[in-house]
């Protein structure tokens, strides 16, 4: 067998789960929505990483995507991965009469009846296939949940290049299947993730038999009301390495929830019975009483029903009785699955935590069983105070595209690791009245990391950590000897580490004034181990750049360190505050069901976390102890430039008024913004024109970007007049947000191409006019699908880049295609020449515009 091992090889996961559909409504819909499918990709999101097959940049959660969205990712995986690639899907599955093609239905999926049903919006499994197969992986996995899936193993069967392919579908063919009530994931998932999530190697074959075998043994049965059975396809000789975990001792299988059947109950009716029998006449043959019941197999089933209760009920044995001789020994329940939710630059320490408390001695029974399972994923660090503060209803059940934290955040979280408790106080300071969640922080920190200033060494002072001094002063001190040294931050609004050393900037000094101290082309890195990965891009840029980060990752490092990056120094403020890693109890109103056993989970694993299990782990990635003394946790290995006895403010004495305040000043630093939005208007835009990932829809869920002081205006790009390449659509200056959506919402599709070349040009002479004055942010977005690039190559696109080049207006290229931003592509370099930013189908657009936007204007959502 050739048992393919993937570790060390450039992986790549795609998790695809549609659990929303545009079209439910009959003739045309599809058969509803599936909220079960939000809890798988959460799910596998979280345990592909802990395989240490995956890592944490090689998997990409794809939600509700559109058949466009859906191909696009499927392309970049497929270029990207050259080792394994897994694709995960879960949603509608549908098939034709013949029954010899699977449709996978995405968001926008539609059926039309006939004499032979077509379905738009709906990938072909044969098509998927051909394009994984296009790529340059070594073996590709496909695991689909849905509908008939069981009918791609005969797609599979007639593929030309099987040999790589290995195919695990949750059902078998023709049959239809329960997703469950939505509360946790779909029953085939939920088996999945539970032999995935286990100690030691996880292979595909094993992984298959198992799947099989669990559902059958549970009783789980497909619509039809046949036996559910798992289906996998691979070659004889095939094997692939899907996890590999380090081993922390023994552990039965993985549990698994036993199902709720709709019409005769849990572990009841024929085949439950037939199965306790099974089990009981075992035992009584041991016991030499099976007697009473001769062969088995030699009596009609009725029969061996009537005579098994009747023997059972002269046992004194009810329906418990059966089910416990059916199970055998006693085995583990399910685990409850605490949500953990963290501040981005500790993620990855948090997760490295939650890895040691699963298989810890704390987290496990006196049977072998975990106690519970944690989920740990981390965001924005304002979007999750604002969410917390007056989205809480929207998390629970979202009602506006806009506004939707479970997409833009997570699901909702149990407990909340901020890197300051001052956070949790910001929420509870501004929180609604009608909010339905409820926070309970503990009052000591779990670890401390003091905020520094990281030096290339040849520009740091000799013998000195920069005690004594302010930010503001140490940054001056280092201009004063390196002329041309430069300072980084990352985005305030993404991290509280970044937002802190924003604070110290703002000492006595006016937010204007010091963020000219840290301006620097293009966003800022949301995370200061972005920041720190970026640097060695430009050598010049590493050797002459300071950048203010958290001190523990000069000692633990980053993913990306490579030999090429100057060592740094830590120079440390004295009026900055560090960082302290805060555990906030999360309660939300409704959540009833099992809140005691979730609060003694919550309980026990904050309980190791502030115990030595959890300090031990903060040490090893460069913490300090909490409290008046800020020790190295780990002495024996400070780290380079570390000193052992810093200087600088304990985050418990910042206010959370302040970091309120310092993060209005971070948006508000140059004043009200300026932005100039186009959008590609012409025909080729169809396709990518309705709904909240198509052009418009882009534009409005950005406004939350901008504030009422902010001056925008939108046009429209179309037509090949070279004097009138747009039309105005939303005349610039102040604007109602609520108004502006809706001429927005009203803009059409015209019957003309574009000129991208002269409206560029326009846009960026018609904002060098505004704002030459003073130093109000400006931005020109520009949303368009790349199809008249043709007019934006040789002379023309040189045009445009020394424009930008010389107006300095940042550029925010958005591209409704995958790849639109690949390295010397028309958008990158236009984007790149301004100091802005390009965005194209393969990142979270929306997101990613919005953050764009809101760093030029004065909005808050």
Same mark, same amino acid.
């Given at each position: ?56 940049? %090689? ?137 995935? *999530?286990? *100690? ?24 039809? !009301?046949?036996?559910? %059975? ?34 005769? /109950? ?21 016991? /030499? ?111 506006? *595209? *806009? ?19 001052? +956070? ?37 002072? %000799? ?97 990306? +360190? ?15 505050? !560090? ?47 909490? !409290? ?24 418990? #004495? ?25 959008? +590609?208007?012409?025909?080729? @835009? ?21 504030? #009422? ?57 018609? @904002? ?44 925010? @290229? ?17 984007? !790149? ?29």
């Amino acid at each position: 067998m050739s048992d393919f091992d993937p570790r060390g090889k450039a992986n790549r996961a795609l998790l695809v789960g549609v659990s929303e559909y545009d079209t439910t409504v009959p003739p045309f819909g599809v058969p509803g929505d599936l909220p079960a499918v939000k809890h798988n990709l959460n799910l596998l999101r979280d345990v592909l990483p802990r395989g240490r097959v995956f890592g944490d940049h %090689e998997v990409r959660v794809l939600r509700s995507p559109t058949l466009d969205d859906f191909d696009r990712a499927l392309r970049t995986a497929a270029q990207e991965a050259e080792g394994l690639l897994l694709v995960y899907f879960a949603g509608h599955g549908a098939i034709t009469a013949a029954g010899d093609e699977l449709f996978l239905q995405m968001r926008n999926a539609s059926v039309v009846a006939g004499g032979q049903a077509v379905f738009p919006g709906a990938e072909m499994v044969t098509t998927m296939l051909t394009m994984l197969a296009a790529g340059r992986a070594e073996r590709i996995v496909v695991v689909l949940d849905c509908c008939f899936a069981g009918n791609a193993g005969w797609i599979w069967e007639n593929f030309r290049d099987k040999r790589r392919v290995l195919l695990q579908l949750s059902v078998q063919a023709n049959h239809r299947i329960d997703a469950g009530d939505g509360t946790g994931p779909t029953p085939f998932t939920e088996r999945l993730v539970r032999l995935l *999530d286990r *100690d030691g190697e996880v292979r595909f074959v094993e992984l298959s038999r198992r799947l099989r075998e669990l559902m059958r043994e549970d009783g789980y049965r497909t619509v039809r !009301g046949d036996p559910w %059975e798992p289906r996998g396809r691979w070659e004889p000789e095939e094997d692939v390495l899907l996890s590999a975990r380090p081993v922390r001792g023994e552990r039965p299988d993985p549990p698994v929830r036993r199902p709720v059947r709709r019409t005769v /109950g849990p572990e009841r009716g024929p085949s439950a019975i037939r199965r306790a029998g099974v089990a009981l006449l075992g035992s009584l043959r041991a016991s /030499g009483v099976a007697g009473w019941f001769g062969r088995w197999g030699a009596l009609p089933r009725t029969a061996t029903r009537i005579t098994l209760v009747l023997a059972l009920a002269a046992l004194g044995l009810g329906s418990y009785g059966i089910y416990n001789l059916a199970a055998g020994s006693p085995s583990c329940g399910p685990p409850l699955e605490l949500r953990v939710l963290t501040d981005p630059d500790l993620e990855s320490t948090v997760r490295s935590a939650a890895d040691a408390y699963l298989t810890s001695d704390a987290n496990t029974t006196g049977d072998g069983c975990r106690r519970s399972g944690i989920t740990v994923y981390s965001a924005g660090s304002a979007d999750v105070v604002t969410a917390l503060q007056r989205q809480s209803d929207a998390w629970q059940e979202p009602k506006r *595209d *806009d506004i939707d934290p479970q997409r833009d955040i997570g699901p909702q979280p149990d407990i909340w690791i901020p890197a300051s408790v001052a +956070d949790a106080n910001r929420v509870t300071a501004h929180q609604d009245i009608d909010s339905v969640v409820a926070l309970t922080p503990d009052g000591e920190p779990l670890a401390y990391s003091p905020l520094v200033l990281a030096v290339p060494k040849s520009l740091a002072a %000799e013998g000195s950590s920069g005690s004594g001094l302010r930010l503001n002063e140490l940054i001056t001190v280092l201009r004063g000897r390196a002329p041309n040294a430069e300072v980084s931050r990352p985005d305030p609004e993404f991290t509280d580490a970044a937002l802190l050393a924003t604070m110290g900037l703002y000492h006595n000094s006016d937010a204007g004034s010091a963020e000219g101290l840290v301006r620097s082309p293009g966003p800022p890195a949301p995370t200061a181990a972005d920041l720190l990965c970026t640097l060695p891009d430009d050598s010049t840029v590493d050797r002459t750049t300071a950048a203010l980060v958290p001190e523990f990752l000069l000692k633990s490092g980053v993913g990306c +360190d490579r030999a090429t990056r100057v060592p740094r120094v830590a120079e440390y403020p004295d009026d900055t505050a !560090g960082i302290e890693p805060a555990f906030v109890r999360v309660g939300w109103q409704g959540a009833d069901r099992d809140r005691e056993a979730r609060d003694t989970a919550a309980e026990d694993f904050h309980r190791w976390l502030a115990g030595s299990g959890g300090r031990a782990v903060f040490a090893a990635d460069g913490f300090r102890s909490a !409290g008046g003394d800020r020790d190295l946790l780990d002495p024996r290995s400070p780290g380079t430039g570390v000193d052992p006895t810093p200087p600088g403010l304990p985050t418990s #004495d910042v206010e959370h008024q302040a970091m309120d305040t310092a993060l209005k000043g971070y948006r508000d630093a140059d004043g009200p913004g300026r932005v100039l939005f186009l959008i +590609d208007d012409s025909g080729s @835009m169809g396709a990518l024109w309705n709904g909240p990932s198509g052009g418009p829809g882009l534009v409005q869920q950005s406004l939350g970007g901008l504030g #009422d002081d902010d001056r925008y205006g939108v046009w429209g790009v179309s037509g090949l007049d070279a004097h009138a390449p747009y039309k105005t659509v939303l005349p610039f200056g102040p604007q109602k947000r609520d108004l502006a959506e809706k001429v927005i919402g009203r803009i059409g599709i015209q019957d003309a191409q574009a000129d991208p070349h002269a409206a560029l040009l326009a846009a960026l002479d018609y @904002m060098a006019a505004r704002g030459a004055d003073d130093d109000q942010p400006r931005l020109i977005v520009y949303v368009t699908d790349d199809e008249d690039d043709n007019r934006l190559t040789g002379a023309k696109l040189d045009a445009v880049l020394t424009k930008a080049r010389s107006v300095k207006v940042p550029v925010a @290229m958005v591209s409704l295609v995958g790849g639109g931003c690949d390295k010397g592509k028309p958008d990158e370099r236009i984007s !790149g020449a301004s100091g802005g930013r390009c965005l194209d189908a393969d990142t979270d657009l929306g997101a990613g515009l919005h953050d764009e936007v809101a760093r030029t204007g004065t909005g808050e959502d």
